[in-house]
């Protein structure tokens, strides 16, 4: 039995999903505990891709039970979609779990981040569009809608009588939009509410039986750490936490059941929208790795935008260890790095004008705008890593990168994923089972 959480350590699209579903395997119960559907979840299977945006990536496995915690914020109307699409794909739903208290994403949240961003310019966040913002805005100022008000056209209306005049005058006066019409609302949310009902339940409830029975249950990040609320590169952050701490929160299970965080990395950086990125490259380098063209090239899954590219950073790294707890990594990824001569990696940061270096990110997000990355430069393998499985058939100079990576976050890698696929995939030590890192006691070295 083991409880563990998988989190993204980086902007996201860290592969979380190809290492959800490489543990998904023994689990038993499969959870998503923030964000919606701005996720986008890549799994591939021999010549089949499966890309999940609100469903957990544990529907492969038929049997697994798959959560949407409380934490989450769904839109009903991209749920029924996605369910209707991995049915068609022969997938099962009988796993399928929504909690009654989940936030729903409503028309006028859409409508509202699309006209927030524009309104921002030059300062615009670069959201996936799908409502996220106004959505938790909403369930933090106590006005949400969750789940449950769907199943019951009561509440609904009386909900949406005191919500749509106060949305409508935001709508039309401060954005010109046109107002939303009440009735029109209500007939469609009811009716999303009646073909999803028979999902939704009290899925912490759910979990806590799962952690009685001693099951394994694993918690599936979406985002990633520094793209989280209270912990990434704010104001450029997606409304939720990704970070291992959010899965308490948003599955509703109390920190003592949880065994286990394993982070997700690949091996360089990218990034999607807009916010801080010391490493990125604009250049050819940043092409090279996007891998335009592959199945796997660096384009957004929910949006479709070109991610932006760059070199490891470890000060980022090292950050996601600790906001996190890791107990160990899973690098993804390894093999875009197959075609370089040099690879660089970010160890540091200086401040151009003071000198000053940052092993660690400082603590206020102004200051990091302007710092720049100190590089080590590393030699690059040039030979596939494709059909490596163990890592003594990697290159040698391969695992000198990972064993750098490990030496500088101070952190174990249980995991190294070598292409998309499944199988595609070194299991060094067992992630959940295996050594995991051990917290070093002294003179605290975070830099202010
Ligand atoms: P997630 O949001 O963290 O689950 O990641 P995404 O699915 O958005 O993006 C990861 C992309 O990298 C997907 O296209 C995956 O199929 C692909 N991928 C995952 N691991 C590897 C790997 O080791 N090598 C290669 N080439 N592609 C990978
Ligand atoms: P997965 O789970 C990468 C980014 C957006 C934007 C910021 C805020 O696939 O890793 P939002 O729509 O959440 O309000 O946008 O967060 N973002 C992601 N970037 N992967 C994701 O999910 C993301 N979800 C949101 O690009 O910069
Ligand atoms: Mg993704």
């Given amino acids: 039995m083991a409880n563990v959480i998988v989190v993204g350590s980086q902007f996201g699209d860290e592969g979380k999903a190809k290492i959800t579903d490489l543990l998904a395997k023994n689990a038993d119960v499969v959870v998503r505990y923030q964000g919606g559907c701005n996720a986008g979840h890549t799994v591939t299977l021999g010549d089949k891709t499966y890309k999940f945006h609100l469903i957990p990536s544990g529907i492969l496995y038929p049997g697994t039970i798959c959560v949407l915690s409380p934490g989450m914020v769904i839109d009903p109307k991209a749920l029924i979609t996605e369910i209707e699409h991995i049915l068609s794909q022969g997938l099962d739903d009988s796993g399928l779990r929504v909690s009654a208290h989940a936030h729903v994403t409503m028309p006028y949240h859409l409508m509202l981040d699309e ?23 909403d369930k933090c100022a106590r006005s949400g809608i969750r789940l449950e008000d769907l199943l019951d056209a009561k509440v609904l209306q009386a909900k949406l009588d005191w919500l749509l005049p106060r949305k409508n005058i935001i709508l039309e006066r401060l954005y010109n939009l046109p107002p939303l019409n009440a009735q029109a609302i209500l007939e469609e949310y009811a009716a999303y509410g009646r073909a999803l009902s028979k999902y939704v339940v009290d899925t912490a409830a759910i979990i806590f039986k799962a952690v009685q029975e001693k099951k394994n249950i694993l918690f599936e990040g979406a985002q990633g750490t520094l793209l989280d609320l209270d912990h990434g590169t704010y104001p450029y952050v997606t409304s939720s936490s990704p970070s291992a701490g959010g899965a308490c929160v948003g599955a509703g299970v109390g920190p003592t059941m949880i065994d286990r965080v394993i982070g997700v990395a690949k091996a360089y950086s990218t990034r999607v929208g807009e916010g801080p990125f010391p490493t990125e490259q604009t250049g050819e380098i940043g092409e090279q790795l996007r891998q335009t063209g592959t199945a796997w090239a660096e384009v957004g899954t929910t949006t479709g935008r070109p991610r932006r590219c760059g070199w490891f950073d470890c000060v980022l790294g090292r950050y996601a260890v600790r906001v996190n707890g890791l107990d160990c990594l899973a690098i993804t990824k390894l093999d875009v790095l197959d075609q370089f001569d040099q690879i660089k990696v970010c160890v540091a940061y200086k401040d151009p004008v003071t000198g000053q270096i940052y092993n660690e990110l400082p603590s206020i997000g102004s200051a990091f705008q302007h710092l720049e990355p100190i590089y080590e430069d590393l030699p690059g393998w040039r030979q596939s890593t494709r059909k490596c499985r163990q890592a003594k058939e990697l290159p040698n100079l391969a695992n000198s990168y990972l064993e750098f990576l490990s030496r500088e976050l101070d952190v174990p890698i249980a995991v190294v994923s070598v292409g998309p696929e499944r199988g595609d995939t070194i299991v060094i030590e067992d992630p959940i089972h295996g050594p995991k890192r051990v917290l070093v006691t002294g003179p605290a070295k975070v830099s202010q």
């Fill in 115 to 137: 006209a927030e961003e524009e309104s921002r310019g030059e300062a615009k966040i670069g959201t996936t569009k799908r409502g996220i913002g106004p959505t938790y805005a």
